[in-house]
């Protein structure tokens, strides 16, 4: 392995056909192309930013061979950098002036832990405020968006961006609630069928939650979950362990949840193969797509998956502590699931009546609790305005190639000290890259060091900065600029580790 990029997993090289050849041109990329190149699950990312390369007469890692790529892909409807605010270095407390010009626009690379704000945000949460002043209660029968049925406006565009049916999609609560709203219904522990699998790393919430359900049933935990782990070694699951862990579980299993793209690797799982495995053995299949919803093509009804939810301040740009999302296939409609019901999953036609009677509403509807938070809805409305723009398959593309210029460039850059944790292949993982230190203070230094240069990332313990250009926004420009920074702040960092533990030696 090269001694300038080590990968936990895979190597950085990614085969694959050309689509083009000596002649490429950046005018020749189009939204067509980008589908295509998602469809064929990136393969060709590495090698076509290459030959754009080598066309152009520009180096790779070349700050004019970025801006060329945004003068054109910008023209997309995949890039919509124009529809989002950006925060101001000087808006940054860490930021120092003499690295990063006060007035410019930060470096944010950090959409995979809160989105940036949507331009039309302030403009749809003032409507309703003045709603609420002209209309008083009445704001709930009238005005520009009824407060009654206003999570309708969200529904038809989140299913679109998870790949679901409008009747499966209910946009609602936080997502541990929305997780917890699924395990009651789906996690129905019976004779020696207990078993929860889920990943190790799991995400501390879901985790909780896991546990909690176990408790619920008045099952001991540690005879309920089933973590999975990676091999010695590595970093991310395999496919192949999975599928043996479930089979091996056999009916002992319960519910297999796990998280879609996983928070701290960043690795996507294969969630057709592993939905098929679980349902085979006759478990039910949970997904948490927190690090997915708007980050990835999702097909949910497509792969059959029995639940999912989400949340919307990610990926999906609905602001801080944003409402979530959830989702129950079709074949589970109409079948008396236990749930959690209050007066929302209520038929509407009848909600008012105020009769003591059950009368579920239609699909994943019935698992409403409450009338809906309007702040939060027309928020996240702001967004998915942005989405309808373009597709989540040309979304995807983009993001492969942008995610594929941020490796590149990394693996020009690195000198030691650091690798990089997220799977090589392209079909395997979001746009977010996982950067993991081989110390503690090296990750902290190199953090630190972005922060006085502009560059907002997110550091997890112990030893990992999490890099993520997300699609709709983050331009090849933006990668360029986080890479220059990294390349100044991490030797310093690696090196300023280096001396500190050789220190301690000396005084051990």
Same mark, same amino acid.
């Given at each position: ?10 190597? &950085? ?27 064929? #699950?990136?393969? %060709? ?57 006060? %007035? ?6 950090? #959409? ?43 529904? =038809? ?48 919430? $879901?985790?909780?939650?896991?546990? +909690? ?6 099952? $001991? ?19 192949? %362990? ?16 796990? @998280? ?21 053995? @006759? ?37 801080? @502590? ?13 079948? =008396? ?40 809805? &027309? +928020? ?63 990750? /902290?230094?190199?953090?630190? #060091?972005?922060? /006085? ?45 280096? =001396?500190?533990?050789?220190? @301690?030696?000396?005084?051990?």
């Amino acid at each position: 392995m090269s001694a300038m990029l080590r990968r936990g997993t895979g190597c &950085v090289r990614i085969a694959g056909a050309r689509f083009f050849g000596a002649d490429a041109s950046i005018k020749q990329i189009d939204s067509a192309w980008l589908q295509q190149l998602a469809a064929r #699950g990136g393969v %060709d990312a590495a090698s076509q930013l290459q030959a754009l390369a080598t066309s152009s007469g520009k180096t790779l890692n070349s700050r004019e061979l970025a801006s060329q790529l945004d003068a054109e892909l910008g023209k997309l409807p995949s890039s919509q950098r124009g529809e989002f605010r950006v925060p101001t270095n000087k808006g940054l407390t860490a930021t120092v002036p003499e690295l990063a010009a006060p %007035d410019a626009e930060c470096t944010y690379m950090v #959409g995979n832990s809160l989105g940036l704000q949507p331009r039309r945000t302030r403009q749809l949460v003032c409507e309703e405020l003045d709603s609420w002043e002209q209309f008083g209660v009445n704001g709930h029968m009238e005005g520009r968006r009824p407060w009654l049925p206003i999570d309708e406006n969200v529904i =038809d565009q989140s299913a679109a961006v998870v790949g679901a049916k409008t009747s499966e999609v209910a946009i609602m609560n936080s997502l541990t609630v929305n997780l917890h709203l699924l395990l009651i219904s789906f996690y129905r522990p019976q004779g020696k069928r207990i078993r929860i699998m889920y990943e190790a790393d799991a995400f501390a919430s $879901d985790y909780f939650a896991f546990e +909690s359900q176990a408790r619920l049933h008045g099952l $001991d935990p540690k005879e309920v979950l089933l973590p999975l782990r990676a091999r010695p070694g590595e970093d991310s699951l395999r496919t192949e %362990d999975i599928l043996e862990a479930i089979r091996e579980a056999g009916d002992s299993l319960a519910t297999v949840c796990l @998280g879609t793209v996983q928070y701290y690797t960043g690795q996507l799982f294969n969630v057709p193969e592993i939905t098929a495995a679980a349902q085979k053995v @006759g478990a039910k299949a949970l997904w948490d797509c927190a690090h997915a919803a708007g980050n990835i093509d999702m097909k949910l009804h497509e792969w059959g998956v029995d639940g999912a939810c989400w949340c919307s301040y990610k990926y999906l740009n609905a602001g801080p @502590g944003g409402i979530a999302g959830f989702f129950v296939h079709e074949r589970h409609h109409g079948k =008396d699931l236990p749930l959690l019901a209050g007066w929302w999953g209520q038929r509407k036609s009848t909600r008012f009546n105020m009769e003591h009677k059950w009368e579920a509403e239609v699909g994943a509807s019935a698992w409403r609790l409450s009338n809906p938070p309007v702040l939060q809805t &027309v +928020s996240l409305l702001a967004s998915l305005d942005v989405f309808a723009k373009t597709s989540m398959t040309e979304l995807r593309g983009r993001s492969m190639l942008l995610t594929g210029y941020l490796e590149l460039l990394l693996q020009r850059h690195f000198k030691g000290g650091v690798s990089c944790i997220t799977p090589a292949d392209p079909s395997q993982r979001g746009c977010q890259l996982s950067l993991k230190f081989e110390s503690e203070q090296a990750c /902290k230094g190199t953090f630190q #060091g972005l922060e /006085k240069r502009g560059v907002v990332v997110d550091y997890r313990k112990p030893n990992v900065i999490r890099v993520a250009p997300a699609p709709l926004y983050n331009t090849f420009s933006d990668v360029h600029r986080f890479s220059e920074a990294f390349s100044e702040v991490m030797v310093v960092a690696v090196a300023g580790a280096s =001396d500190a533990a050789d220190t @301690g030696r000396a005084g051990a």
